[in-house]
C-alpha cells in the first residue's frame, strides 16, 4: 500500500499531461521558427558579427549574448518534428534552411576574420575545436528540453537556456576562423562540434515526438518510412563514434599527464637541485615526459637509467620516454641546455640566486670586519695599559661562550686574560676602564698570574 501511494505521488511530479499544449499548437510553434527569411537572417548575420566579435576578444559574455540572438534552434527542431511524425516535406524544409543558415554564418565569420587584426587563436576559439562526447550528451539533453518546452505551455526561458548550453553559434564562427586563416583543422573541428549538436538535439526532438504521440502524417509510405529510419540511425551512428574516439583520446591524456606530473613531483626530489619544468604530452600514440632540472648538477646519465626503471612499475606510464636536461645553476651545464622558450626564465632565477649570494656574501664579509676589530683590541690598547698599569705584562680580549652545568644554557661574556709582574689591587677600576676603552660590557679579568 505504501508503495503504491508513492509511486503515485512520483509520477504525479513526473506527469506533463496537465501541462500539455494542442498538437496543434505545439506544431505551430516549432514550424514558426524554421523559416528563415527575412528578419531572421538578418538577425543570424548580425548574432554572428557579435558571437565573432566576442571569440576575437575572448569574452564569454558577448558570445552568451550572441547565441541569445540566434534563431538556429527553430530548423534544428523542426527536422527532429519532421522524422518523428514522417513528414518529409517538413524534414527538407528544414533541412534545407538549416543549411543555408550554416552556410550564411560560416561566410559573414569567414568575412569578419578576414579584415580582423586579431589573427591570434584565443582559449574561447580553441575551445569549439575538440568535440567530445560530452558534447553529443549536452545536445541530446539540450535537445529534450528543447521538445519539452515546446510541446508544454509553460515554456520559460528553455529555448534560449538550450541554445546557450548547445552553443550552436560559436562553433560556425570557429569554422570561418579556421577558413579565414587557412587552419583546416579549426575548421573540421569546430564544423563537426556543429553537426554533433544539431544532430543530437533533432533525435532528442524526434525521441520526444515518439513519447508525446505526435500525429504522423497519414499519407506516408511504409518503406520510404523505414529508410528515413534507417538513415536517421546512420547518422546518429556516423556522428556518435568519432566523439567517442575523441572523448577517449582526452581521458588517456588526461590520466597520463596526471600520473606523470605525480611522478615527477614524488621521485626529481633533491637537495640542491630543482625541478624548473615539467610537460607530459602524448604524440603519435608515443607518451613523452619532458623534465628540466635547475641547481647543482646531477649524473644525468645515472638518473636517466634509474627513472626508467621507476616509470616501468606503472601501468599508465610504462614505455614513456623521459627526456631530462640540466638547467643553468651553481656548478651545472650551460644556459643553452635549458629549453629554448625558459631562457628568460632561468636567467631571472639565476639572476635571483645571485643577489642572494651576493647578500649572503655581504654579511660574512661584515662579521669578519667585526671579528677582526675584536680580535685587534688588545693591541689597541697596550700602549695605554702599559702607562696606567706598568705590572701587566700582557693582556688578551676574547669571547667565548660559558654553560651552565645544571642548567645547560649558554651565555655570552668578554673575557680580559692578563700576566702581570705584580698583583693589581684594584680589579673593579680595571674593569670599569676596559669597558669603557673597548666598548664591550660584562668583561670578566682572568689573572693568571706572573
Known amino acids: 500500500m505504501i508503495l503504491d501511494i508513492a509511486k503515485d505521488k512520483l509520477k504525479g511530479y513526473f506527469d506533463l499531461s496537465p501541462y500539455m499544449e494542442s498538437e496543434a499548437s505545439a506544431r505551430k510553434t516549432i514550424l514558426d521558427g524554421v523559416s528563415f527569411r527575412g528578419p531572421n537572417i538578418v538577425i543570424l548575420i548580425l548574432a554572428i558579427f557579435i558571437a565573432s566579435l566576442g571569440l576575437n576578444t575572448n569574452s564569454p559574455a558577448v558570445i552568451i549574448g550572441a547565441m541569445l540572438i540566434s534563431p538556429l534552434m527553430g530548423p534544428i527542431i523542426g527536422v527532429g518534428l519532421g522524422a518523428g511524425t514522417y513528414d518529409f516535406a517538413l524534414i527538407k524544409r528544414s533541412a534545407r534552411n538549416l543549411a543555408a543558415a550554416a552556410l550564411f554564418s560560416v561566410i559573414a565569420s569567414t568575412l569578419f576574420f578576414l579584415i580582423s587584426p586579431v589573427s591570434e587563436g584565443r582559449s574561447e576559439l580553441l575551445a569549439r575545436t575538440s568535440p567530445t562526447i560530452y558534447d553529443v550528451l549536452i545536445g541530446f539533453f539540450g535537445g529534450g528540453a528543447g521538445i519539452v518546452a515546446a510541446a508544454c505551455r509553460q515554456k520559460g526561458n ?4 538550450v541554445a546557450i548550453a548547445t552553443a550552436l553559434m560559436p562553433p560556425l564562427c570557429t569554422a570561418g576562423y579556421g577558413l579565414a586563416t587557412w587552419q583546416l583543422q579549426y575548421f573540421t573541428g569546430a564544423f ?6 544539431s544532430i543530437f538535439i533533432a533525435f532528442a526532438t524526434l525521441v520526444g515526438v515518439k513519447l508525446f ?4 502524417v497519414n499519407f506516408v509510405d511504409e518503406l520510404r518510412r523505414r529508410k528515413v529510419q534507417r538513415i536517421v540511425l546512420s547518422i546518429v551512428v556516423v556522428t556518435l563514434l568519432p566523439s567517442v574516439y575523441l572523448t577517449f583520446l582526452m581521458i588517456r591524456d588526461s590520466y597520463f599527464i596526471n600520473d606523470a606530473n605525480n611522478f615527477v613531483d614524488n621521485n626529481f626530489v633533491f637537495s640542491n637541485t630543482q625541478v624548473f619544468s615539467k ?15 635547475i641547481g647543482e648538477s646531477v649524473d644525468i646519465d645515472s638518473l636517466q637509467v634509474a627513472m626508467a626503471r621507476q616509470l616501468q612499475e606503472s601501468p599508465i606510464l610504462r614505455g614513456s620516454t623521459l627526456h631530462i636536461t640540466q638547467g643553468f645553476g651553481a656548478g651545472s651545464a650551460n644556459i643553452s641546455q635549458a629549453p629554448r622558450e625558459s631562457i628568460g626564465e632561468v636567467f631571472t632565477a639565476a639572476m635571483n640566486q645571485i643577489d642572494g649570494q651576493k647578500a649572503e656574501i655581504d654579511s660574512l664579509r661584515s662579521q669578519i670586519l667585526r671579528r677582526e676589530a675584536f680580535d685587534s683590541l688588545s693591541y689597541t690598547i697596550a700602549p695605554e695599559i702599559k702607562v696606567l698599569y706598568p705590572q701587566i705584562a700582557d693582556i688578551a680580549i676574547c669571547r667565548t661562550l660559558v654553560c651552565n652545568t645544571a642548567t645547560r644554557s649558554l651565555d655570552t661574556v668578554n673575557l680580559a686574560i692578563i700576566k702581570h709582574t705584580s698583583p693589581i689591587t684594584d680589579q673593579t677600576r680595571l674593569t670599569r676602564y676596559l669597558e669603557t676603552r673597548t666598548g664591550l660590557g660584562n668583561i670578566r679579568i682572568i689573572d693568571s698570574g706572573k
Open 213 to 216: 504521440k505526435f500525429t504522423p
Open 158 to 161: 528553455v529555448i534560449p537556456g
Open 192 to 197: 563537426y562540434l556543429f553537426l554533433i549538436n
Open 279 to 293: 610537460k607530459a604530452y602524448i604524440s603519435h600514440w608515443k607518451k613523452h615526459i619532458d623534465v628540466t632540472l
